[in-house]
């Protein structure tokens, strides 16, 4: 069987499911593309620590992580088991790389989560775990993370980075959905496209000093860090490919990437 690959989305705000956009339209369709997973191990940016900790929690609630939006979106649940059996595993992987990781029995899944599988995997029939940030720490680190993680890969885990692309919320200023995206927005959209689709993962391991607008578009690094771990995942003669490129409210880029070494 061949390795599922590494995949990064850009998990967009929390009412992405109750709106019609391309981004949703891609997301609702991932599933289908992708081989079906034993097991989904998601490292989101709404789950920051210290060190590495992981969820292993039977019945997982749905963290509802968020205030000010419909009260639909407060009732949707996304009722997926997790697998202790993977949490195990994952812990193990990391612990021989020197990762201090702790497993933490009653973590439910963040929206960075539910929100692009509940679209994805809709029955919510595939266990999944979910994997902690360490938003202090760089790239480097990430990478190192998901380097750490790559073998699962080979034991049929869809390894899921859930960030974005572009993530300035104070320059969003209530912009429309579909509003267009400014200058500083796209070009470093453009500028990640380039770099993942022709596999320059120096150049983005580096993101902060050659990227344009690197810090406009991520003042703040947590929902860029995943894309990271996916690209560790991804082996060492990792190929990048462009699954999804589109922008939601101007300042959030939508782009989804592929990272495979096959």
């Known amino acids: 069987m061949p390795a599922m690959p590494a995949i990064f989305v850009s998990h ?29 191990l998601c490292i989101s940016a709404h789950w920051e620590t210290e060190e590495p900790q992981i969820s292993t ?23 997926v088991a997790g697998d202790a059996e993977l949490s195990d595993r994952v812990k193990s992987l990391l612990n021989e790389k020197e990762y201090k990781a702790e497993i933490k029995g009653n973590r439910g899944l963040d929206h960075g989560v539910w929100v692009p599988l509940a679209l994805a995997y809709p029955d919510a029939n595939i ?37 974005s692309a572009t993530h300035n919320l104070r320059e969003w200023a209530g912009n429309a959905i579909d509003a267009e995206p400014p200058d500083w927005v796209k070009q470093f959209s453009n500028w990640l496209n380039d770099a993942v689709a022709n596999n320059q993962w120096e150049e983005l391991l580096n993101y902060r000093d050659r990227a344009p607008h690197a ?35 101007g300042v959030l880029s939508m782009a989804a990437f592929s990272m495979n070494d096959r």
């Open 12 to 40: 967009g705000a929390p009412t992405l499911p109750l709106h019609s956009s391309p981004a949703r339209d891609f997301l609702a369709q991932l599933g289908q593309f992708l081989p079906t997973p034993k097991a989904i």
């Open 57 to 79: 929690a039977s019945s997982q609630k749905t963290i509802h992580d968020f205030y000010g939006f419909p009260e639909e979106l407060y009732r949707w649940q996304y009722p």
């Open 127 to 163: 266990p999944t775990i979910q994997l902690s940030l360490q938003s202090q720490q760089d790239p480097h680190y990430h990478f190192n993370l998901g380097r750490a993680l790559a073998p699962l890969r080979e034991e049929n885990i869809l390894i899921l980075a859930s960030g």
């Open 215 to 249: 810090l406009h578009n991520h003042p703040t690094a947590e929902h860029f860090l995943p894309i990271f771990v996916a690209m560790g995942a991804s082996g060492e003669k990792a190929k990048g490919k462009i699954l999804h490129s589109s922008f939601t409210y």
